[in-house]
C-alpha cells in the first residue's frame, strides 16, 4: 500500500492519473518533493532511489545488477558460474537475506 503524501488517500501505488487530475503534479514532480508513489525501490548496491520495470529487478541498472548477482548466487542457480565458487561471509548473509524476501 502507499498513501498519497499530498491528499492521504491510499492506493496499491499512487498513479500519475491521480497526480495530475488530483494534484496538477507529475510523478516527477511529485518525488521531486521528496514523495514516493509505492512502486520505488532502493538499489542494495549503489542505494539508489528507482522504478523497476520488471516485478523482479532488484537493482537500479544492469552495472549494479552484475555486481549484485557476482555477490549474490553461486552455481545453484547460474551454471555459468562453475564449480570453484565460493562464498564469503558476506555474500552467505547476502544469500539467506535474498532467499528470505523471495
Ligand atoms: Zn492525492
Ligand atoms: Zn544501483
Known sequence: MAKCEICGEEFNHVSWKHLRYKHGLSLDEYRAMGHRTGVEKDCPICG??????????????????????SQTYSGENSPAYG????????????????????
Open 48 to 69: 539508489k532511489m528507482f522504478i523497476p520495470r520488471r516485478r523482479r529487478q532488484i537493482t537500479c541498472s544492469k552495472k549494479c545488477g552484475y555486481i549484485y548477482i
Open 83 to 102: 564449480k570453484e565458487f565460493s562464498h564469503s561471509e558476506e555474500s552467505k548473509r547476502k544469500i539467506s537475506k535474498h532467499n528470505a524476501r523471495y
